[in-house]
Each structure stands twice: as C-alpha cells, then as structure tokens.
T-cell receptor
Framework: AQKVTQAQTEISVVEKEDVTLDCVYE???????LFWYKQPPSGELVFLIR??????QNEISGRYSWNFQKSTSSFNFTITASQVVDSAVYFC????????????FGPGTRLSVLP | EPEVTQTPSHQVTQMGQEVILRCVPI?????FYWYRQILGQKVEFLVS????????KSEIFDDQFSVERPDGSNFTLKIRSTKLEDSAMYFC????????????FGPGTRLTVL
C-alpha cells in the first residue's frame, strides 16, 4: 500500500527566509502521481501542483519550486522569500490510480511565517 | 472556472441524529470522493464512488455511513447516528474530465456533534 511521510510536523521561519518542506513517499507502482496542497487557516484545500512519475523535471512557479527525486522517493517543496500569507498546513499526497482514486495524504507540515 | 461546492459550510447536530452532507461535483467528472479531517489531523479517505456505486472505501466508512448520487448533480454523505467522534471537516472531491488524476476538492463542511 502506498504511504506518504512528512517528517516535519511544524516549521517556523521569519519572513523572507527560504523554507523547504519534505515529502517522502512509498509505492510499488511505476506509474503514480504526486501532489501538494495548501490548507490555510480558513480550512479549504488549495491545489498547488501535480507531478507524474515519468516527469522528474523540477518545477518553478513564482516563489514556489518542487524537487522530485525518484531515486530517493522524495518530492520536496521550497518556498523562496516566504511571506506571512504562506502560513498554512501543507499536505503532500500520492495517487497510484490513473483516475485519481487511491489518494493518500501525508500528515501535513504546519508552516508559520513570522513577520 | 468550475468548482466543487458543498453545503452547508457548518452543521451542528446532537449525538444520535442523522446528518446529510451535500456536494455538487464538477459537472463532467465521473469519480466522486469523501474525505474526513479531524481537527488538527491529516486528511483521511472515506469512500470513492463511480458509476453509481462505491468503488472503494476505508475502514472508517462503516455501516453508519452511506453515499448517494440522488440526481445528476448532487453527491451526498449520510451519517445515520452521529457520534461525538464524527466531529470533523468533511471534504468532497471529484475527478475525471480532462484531469483524471487530479482530484478537485470542495471547501468542506465542518460537522460538530454535541
């Protein structure tokens, strides 16, 4: 069965610092999909990125970047020049199914960005 | 942009009462899901639904729970006799259309059982 681990329970940084959130996954499938979601204090789940297992290119979107390393089964998320609005819980998730089923979330990392 | 909607945003009920949480998935999606998040904990899968039947369910989804797609747009989660430990945020999600492997989540319904 698939599993997602986010070893960092809570992280605090000061505004403008860079921060990396770790995600390690386990799966027996060769085809799978990885996701990051943000959950701000208001509670909704905000989609950030989807990556399939065949695409190991790193991705950058503004201040966000993701580092996918199949060799270490990791899909880490970096926020550059963090802002107070980045304060949220961030979830990494894994799906082994082509139709979005078998969706497993990690335990989440609570990021606090202090002014 | 199409989105998943959920009603109500917050439901308060007495222990032992039945509740129905409602969701309207994205219209061309074929797969529907319910997740639960107890306060401060991780998001847990409850059930997935496809072609008018449950395709997968977790251990949490016991006989107290049921899902239904009563018409072409709504997807409901019923809890027959609520317990205190059912208090949580319940998220509905859907997938399909052009993005099969991405689930789109609704804003959640916060259920409080007193």
């Amino acid at each position: 069965a698939q599993k997602v681990t986010q070893a960092q329970t809570e992280i605090s940084v000061v505004e403008k610092e860079d921060v990396t959130l770790d995600c390690v996954y386990e799966t027996r499938d060769t085809t799978y999909y990885l996701f990051w979601y943000k959950q701000p204090p208001s509670g909704e789940l905000v989609f950030l990125i989807r990556r399939n297992s065949f695409d190991e290119q790193n991705e950058i979107s503004g201040r966000y970047s993701w580092n996918f390393q199949k060799s270490t089964s990791s899909f880490n998320f970096t926020i550059t020049a963090s802002q107070v609005v980045d304060s949220a819980v961030y979830f990494c998730a894994l799906s082994e199914d082509n139709y979005g089923q078998n969706f497993v979330f990690g335990p989440g990392t609570r990021l606090s960005v202090l002014p | 942009e199409p989105e998943v909607t959920q009603t109500p945003s917050h439901q308060v009920t007495q222990m032992g009462q039945e509740v129905i949480l409602r969701c309207v998935p994205i219209s061309n999606h074929l797969y529907f899901y319910w997740y639960r998040q107890i306060l401060g904990q991780k998001v847990e899968f409850l059930v997935s639904f496809y072609n008018n039947e449950i395709s997968e369910k977790s251990e949490i989804f016991d006989d107290q729970f049921s899902v239904e797609r009563p018409d072409g747009s709504n997807f409901t989660l019923k809890i027959r006799s609520t317990k205190l430990e059912d208090s949580a945020m319940y998220f509905c999600a859907s997938s399909g259309g052009s993005s099969y492997n991405e689930q789109f989540f609704g804003p959640g319904t916060r259920l409080t059982v007193l």
